[in-house]
């Protein structure tokens, strides 16, 4: 698969190290956090938005700044910048998705005094109608904060080019996404969040290169799912899914054939309406969102009805929760989401991540018996 792997490899050991590369050649960097600020704006302005990742070193100096019940990259983002490993970053957008994360921006604005925060608080409720005018009041407040970053203007016209560019890049992965609903076992599930994982932290005009070389030969793939389980991956919203997770579910004898994963599907799942004055069409995207979220009330969508619909599409048998341990929105959701998937008689499993490292046979057995019970 091209040298794509090695890519991925070296991404999830240092997500950094390619914005530091940039860094050095003069580009200014700007740390997004997930899941909904608009990265548009940000590359509009000529420097290269990056968004934050949570870091496979184990949390250290950070414990001191952080309470231990907070989730893995909510921690880890406050040990790295405890740490100074986040002081090549030009400037931070904070995006308000939670209680945890508006924490940690205050730990981290705190530990960082010379780099410039810009703060995106987003409306709670996905009604374009009653909240337009107050996030297009926001998202102004965001661009003249990245106006002083950068120390020029962010023109609409230069925010329309950003849109088609990423909306081509949004295109490029939902095509790898289909192909593994097409052809189960072409793409293995840390191949699929691997490439979304470059797609977060890679110059976009970069990624969209190496995605249209690398789709003639995920197309040349035969489907290898021939005897296996296919499953539906569910949940981590804000950080990726480690890959010997990834890598036990499929060693075991199952087969991912769709996700709603942050790092994942979710990512590229709704573009950018063109069309539309450049701030609204951005404002719009958030109250559009394909994949419907716990972290904001849906008045005309339930995230367990899109469950039950896409798991159903990709032809699955059964759909695993991946929960990031301590994440308020997914715990506090996913009774109902429960309920929900029991309604309509998808078969389920709830896993819970951890971001340090610990044992997985505990994971593998629970694996293999729901495997079994799908077969």
Known sequence: MMDILGLVTDLAEDPYSRAREEKEK??????????????????ASGALPIVLQASGEPVTAGYGHIYPFYCGFTRSTVD???RGKLDFLDAVVLSDVCLQTRHMSNIVRYNMPHTPFIYMQWPLEARSDRWLEVTLRRLRRCRKGLEEVVGAEITDAAIEESIKLYNQNRALLRR??????????????????????????????????????????LEARPASADGKVK??????????????????????????VGDDLYTGYRYPATDVPEGFPPLEALAQRYFDLAVPCPTRSEPSKEWGDYLVGAARESGTQGLISLVVKHCEAHMIYFPHLKGKLDEAGMRHLLIETEHEVVSLAGVRTRLQAFKETLE
């Open 26 to 43: 003069g580009r200014k960097i700007v740390g997004v956090t997930p899941m909904h600020f608009p990265e548009e704006l940000v590359h």
């Open 231 to 256: 499953v539906f991956l569910s949940g981590h919203l804000c950080q990726a899914v480690k890959g010997d997770i990834l890598d036990l579910v499929e060693d075991l004898g199952m087969v991912v």
């Open 176 to 217: 790898i996404y289909d192909i593994r609903r097409r052809k189960p076992g072409a793409l293995r599930a840390r191949e699929a969040v691997g490439l979304v994982l470059c797609s977060m932290l890679l110059p976009k005009e970069e990624t969209n290169k190496l995605f249209a070389e690398l789709l003639p030969e």
């Open 80 to 82: 790295l910048a405890v």
